[in-house]
């Protein structure tokens, strides 16, 4: 396997980046677009068709596969994908189908395999990354598009990348154990299916940022106990800008100028996962916003709903989130300080300087963050990690650095660190030196 400096990373992925933005030159998403209008909601691909329920596969198992063209905002390259339909499981445990794409390298293969988590953060199902990759442009889809800057220096070094919809054919948008499952039933599925040339024995690693650290931290912490086939031939796992404690995150965004509309869209998410009726607990506003968000992405919040806050949301006997069981039962199903503790070597690294997109962090038990994700909480995880087990953990912290900022020393320094535990390498480790964060104990009802 090539080697790469870190500054050899850092510009093989500008150069990337650059070609993205080639791709990207206006009038040719617009050109694209129209032809591929609808595609998506029209493909029977998604559908799961056998005689069988799907009860009866186990978790992982191959539906239906189909080979096509990566395409990057509906232009096709020369790297083939591989998409699979395959059982895995939703939020509440139910069997679920759903799709990953295999990125086969176009060059030499190196023999391992990148599970790739997307950070494409939308309700609408049409925003999943398999869509994009198959040629379907959407506004919420370009995300999908964007990332293929991280995906072609994985790729251009020989591996294997795994692309899963992450949130699931629903789009359960911050339904963190979901996410995990998808994620590693599309290891398995990958595996299985011939097309890839994937095996039971190949190795795999996992990258992802923001809600592709969601899944990622999901997938680590589940690994043991669901998919411990998996977890053998995982080397580790290197995400950034990861969501911990979530109740923590809505405090912090609240009143923010560019994050505070993502607090309705996770409300909305986790309702839509959990089969939760929010409605009797929110006031006209709130219901308006929240039906806004039933097929948003990422992209039709950010910077829309400035200074909103849970208050302005609810019924004035509500205005204590803590006041709604729900709510409270949510967010502790989805706190990784109470999941178990993943066996694999990790990097995680995790942005400070969130006033830099408009979110303050002087909000009492919360702290510093990027922006929309709390630092205090990343470094507790991380010491609770230490604490209890973990192989080896490095923590990396960029103070100065914002949510989107931090994605630029991570991303070449994620696969360097990866390269090094296909190798062999000993994992690095920061135990002992990560500095004391928020505690994460569950929240109680009021």
Excluded at 151 to 174: H, K, M, R, W
Excluded at 269 to 297: C, E, H, P, T, W
Aim: with cysteine.
């Amino acid at each position: 396997m090539p080697r790469l400096s870190p500054r050899a990373a850092a510009a093989q992925l500008a150069a990337s980046f650059l070609l993205v933005l080639a791709a990207l030159v206006p009038g040719t998403a617009g050109a694209t677009a129209g032809a591929a209008a609808s595609a998506a909601a029209a493909d029977p691909f998604y559908t799961y068709d056998g005689a069988q329920p799907l009860s009866s596969y186990e978790p992982g198992e191959v539906l239906k596969t189909r080979t096509l063209s990566y395409h990057v905002v509906g232009i096709p390259t020369p790297v083939q994908a591989v998409q699979i339909l395959y059982r895995s499981t939703d939020a509440q445990g139910k069997p679920a189908a759903n799709v990953t794409s295999v990125l086969k390298p176009p060059g030499k293969v190196n023999g391992n395999a990148v599970s790739y988590q997307s950070f494409y953060d939308s309700m609408n199902p049409e925003d999943g990354p398999s869509r994009a990759i198959a040629g379907d442009v959407s506004l919420g889809g370009l995300i999908a598009n964007v990332e293929s800057i991280f995906i072609a220096p994985l790729l251009a070094q020989g591996y294997t990348v795994l692309v899963p919809d992450t949130e699931g054919q629903d789009a359960n948008f911050a339904a963190g154990p979901e996410y995990g499952y998808n994620t590693l039933d599309g290891i398995r599925a990958a595996s299985a299916a011939e097309a890839t040339g994937l095996t039971s024995a190949t190795r795999v690693g996992m990258l992802g940022y923001s809600g592709g650290a969601i899944a990622t931290s999901w997938a680590g912490t589940l690994a043991p106990e669901y998919a411990p086939d998996v977890n053998r031939r995982l080397v580790g796992f290197t995400e950034g800008g990861l969501l911990v404690a979530p109740a923590h995150n809505l405090k912090y965004v609240s009143g923010s100028l560019v994050w505070s509309g993502i607090a309705p869209m996770a409300i909305a998410g986790v309702a839509r996962s959990y089969d939760i009726d929010f409605d009797k607990y929110l006031n006209d506003k709130g219901k308006q916003v929240i039906a806004k968000m039933q097929q948003a992405s990422i992209i039709n919040v950010l910077g829309q709903y400035p200074g909103l806050t849970w208050k302005q949301l609810v019924k004035p006997e509500y205005a204590n989130p803590n006041s709604v069981p729900e709510y409270v039962d949510t967010v502790n199903k989805l706190n990784l300080g109470s999941a178990p503790t993943p066996t694999v070597p990790m990097f995680v690294a995790q942005g400070g300087g969130g006033y830099f997109e408009g979110t303050s962090g002087t909000k009492p038990g919360i702290g510093a963050g990027d922006g929309v994700m709390v630092a205090g909480d990343v470094r507790t995880l991380m010491r609770q990690y230490c604490a209890t087990g973990a192989p080896a953990v490095k923590y990396q912290q960029y103070s100065l650095l914002s949510h989107v900022g931090a994605t630029v020393p991570w991303a070449p320094l994620a696969l360097l660190w990866l390269n090094d535990r296909f190798a062999g390498k000993a994992a690095p480790s920061d135990c002992g030196r990560i500095a004391a964060g928020n505690p994460l104990t569950p929240e109680a009802h009021e």
